[in-house]
Every structure is written in C-alpha cells, then in structure tokens.
C-alpha cells in the first residue's frame, strides 16, 4: 500500500511562503486523488484542498483560495501545496492524505504523519 511523507514544514514569519510536499512510496500516487488538511491545536481537522488522479482541483476551504495551491508532479510521484502570504492562524500540523476521489463522501484512507507549520515573527 502507497504511504505519504509530508515534508517542507518549518518556521516562517507573517507574509512569507512555504512549499509543502506528499510523497509518495509504495506506490503511484497518480492513481489517487490527494488531499491536504490542517490541524491547529484545540481545533478540528480542516481541509485545504484536493487534486484528483486526473488533476481536478477541489478547493475546501474558500477562505484559503487565492494564498494555497495545490499541484502534482508525476515524474517525482509527489504533490504539493504552495502556500503565499503566511498569517499566525495558520500555523498548524498539514498532513496530506489519500482518498478515490476528492468528494467529501469518500473520506481519505491513507495519512501521512504530517508536518508542522509554525508561522511567528
């Protein structure tokens, strides 16, 4: 079974950009539909966005759209997600998961451990 490694988390000040990256072993992640999500402390998971095996994207949260992009590079079997224009209330762990599709009514079943996001001056 395909397992996912989130890298690229780390500290950043207010404004700034980090690039995160699911990748993918055990298997060809062209063959799901990824999503990334959030968890900050004391609150739920929150979904960002998903991009489908054939690179539809699905935006969960409006409130992201505009400063998150999600993407897919085939050739490094990875996805990523672009993120612009940091703010505090977006520091959380970010984990990336794997699901059939990005529709809600078909939950991700695969998780990677997630990385964390700190963004602070």
């Known amino acids: 079974q395909v397992q996912l490694v989130e890298s690229g988390g780390g500290l950043v000040q207010p404004g700034g950009s980090l690039r995160l990256s699911c990748a993918a072993s055990?298997?060809?992640?062209?063959?799901?539909?990824i999503g990334w999500f959030r968890q900050a402390p004391g609150k739920e998971r929150e979904g960002i966005s998903c991009i489908s095996s054939s690179d539809e994207i699905t935006v969960y949260a409006d409130s992201l759209k505009g400063r998150f992009t999600i993407s897919r590079d085939n050739n490094q079997n990875t996805v990523y997600l672009q993120m612009f224009g940091l703010k505090p209330e977006d520091a959380a762990v970010y984990y990336c998961?794997?699901?059939?599709?990005?529709?809600?009514?078909?939950?991700?079943?695969?998780w990677g451990n997630g990385t964390l996001v700190t963004v602070s001056s």
């Open positions: 998961a794997a699901s059939l599709t990005c529709s809600p009514s078909f939950p991700p079943y695969i």
């Open positions: 055990g298997g060809v992640l062209t063959y799901y539909a």
